[in-house]
């Protein structure tokens, strides 16, 4: 396995080996460690100094399914802290399986210069003039990056917001079908790629090959007993196809934390017209996909197609954070209106739920009524223009309330929320205060913890027990994005001895010992080596804290607050 590092400046790419310590690391260990071992923690995330790191997962291009997450790292434009962002699609699979385990982009370009970093199935690495593609939405960049180069590869991109170098903008990536849907959308990331002037990066597929494993018969025997787990679990083998994870609306909802018009409310009156029944019905009658692979080596095809009222594609996938940003969260209970938002986003290279939540700041502070999707589609549509209003929006929350001087802005460390009231879920409000990543759900979920719908224990409006429960989640989630398995594939580690049977995958992978143990001081170095990147940029303990609305707005229908205190918060890594 090797390392490309590109010179954006000097227009040069080198080979290199993994450095030593980092041997048997992938994904989030990868790109974490990485960054912080190479960037200037006090550098300017859009300047020459900073670097972005691509990742497969470590298990990524095996045959374990459910393992082709992506990760992409840097210093984020967004939070000014260290950022893992984590995509699905093909192209962790193509990286890992001609040997590739990070490429990292370093420098600035000359001026008004743009390249494709193009990987051909030998893992040789070139960079291509793309001045021409300057400019383009990714749906028509991908569309002319394949008359050019042919059908078969992967194509990671950037659009217009990326270009611009937005802080909400997005990184995309193409699915199984080689259309740009999938989006590593948080933490601004593509505004970084955007900087180093790369507008997208395209490797070649491959059949026949896979990442080198040390033990093989080993691996292939643990790996049937995960998949196994997965279809014997009836969320990912039933539900998740039939639903996606739009299933959470309904749940969510009744439970009152589905955040509602800028999170005034924590039920959606409409929750019914978007929720992931309502989907499914209407993408059947119209002749689309409710069950659709999205990601290479999937068993569970949570994805969808979305169509018109003529049958014509909308979207794919249409996913439960969306739904909930650019529905319940500015109060439009009009799915095809959603749909189409979240088509624009992943054209023009933005994070759905950055963006919905700057809408509902400019809602909230009277720029135009809750529930008009027609003024939310034209808001996102002035991004791509580069208005200066656009720009705003393209700049996420913060900048937005800032501009409508609006002090009720859901962010942590300068990114939103996402579809979990905190003050319904308290241990949603440990995770989005403390995670590394700023107001992030996936880096520490655990709202099966505290609803009892999930066979929650917990009381969800309590303090008790929800630091450890998000601690434990955050330095679990830490490894998953390492090795690269899906977040709806964890159901495997259900199986028995579930966690020790992935850790038979690590060891016959690597050829070196790894036991649950490891798996748990894994978790602790990357949570560690991502907060010490954080105090070196200038973060405090006080920025480990929610937005006032949430201490001090108790939330309907239940009316509460979040109960949990800065003292209790500031233990949760204390490791």
Known sequence: MKIIRVDMAAGKITNQEVVPAFIGMGGRGLTSFYVNKEVPPKCDPLGPENKLVFAPGFLSGSSLVNSSRFSIGAKSPLTGGIKESNVGGTVAVDMASIGISAIIVEGLPEKNRSYILKVDKEGNAVLLDAGGLWGKRTYDLVKSIKETHGENHSITCIGPAGEMQLSAASIQSTDMDGRPCRAAGRGGLGAVMGSKGLKALVVEKTKGKSTQIQDLEAFKSSAKIFAQAVMKDEFSSEVLPALGSAVLVEPINAAGAFPTRNA???????????????????????????????????????????????????????????????GGMIGNNDLD?????????????????????????AMDAGYKAFGDAKAAIEMVEEVATGSDFGKIIGHGPARVGKHFNNDRVPVIKGQSIAAYDPRA????????????????????????????????????????????????????????????????AQTGFGAPDGLENVCKMIRAKSGKPFSAEDWNTTGKKIIRIELEFNKNAGFTKELDRLPKMFYEEPLPPHNKVVVISDEEMDTTFNF
Not at 285 to 304: D, F, L, Q, Y
Not at 337 to 361: E, H, K, Q
């Open 337 to 361: 209106a959603i749909a189409t938002l979240d088509f624009l986003c992943d054209d023009i290279g933005l994070d759905t739920m950055s963006t919905g939540v700057a809408i509902a700041v």
């Open 264 to 326: 005034r409310q924590g039920q959606f009156e409409d929750a019914d017209k978007i929720s992931g029944e309502t989907m499914a019905q209407v993408i059947k009658s119209r002749g689309g996909k409710t069950t659709h692979k999205g990601c290479s080596g999937c068993i569970i095809n949570c994805s969808n197609e979305f169509v018109d009222e003529k049958g014509t594609y909308v979207t794919s996938s249409l996913e439960y954070e969306t739904i909930w940003s650019m």
């Open 425 to 488: 879920i308290q241990g949603m409000a440990v995770t989005y205060a403390t995670s590394p990543m700023g107001g992030d759900h996936t880096a520490g979920w655990v709202v099966e913890s505290n609803l009892e719908a999930f066979g929650g224990t917990l009381d969800p409006f309590s303090a008790k027990g929800q630091v450890e429960v998000s601690r434990n989640a955050q330095l679990h989630m830490a490894v998953v994005d390492t090795v690269g398995i899906c977040d709806f």
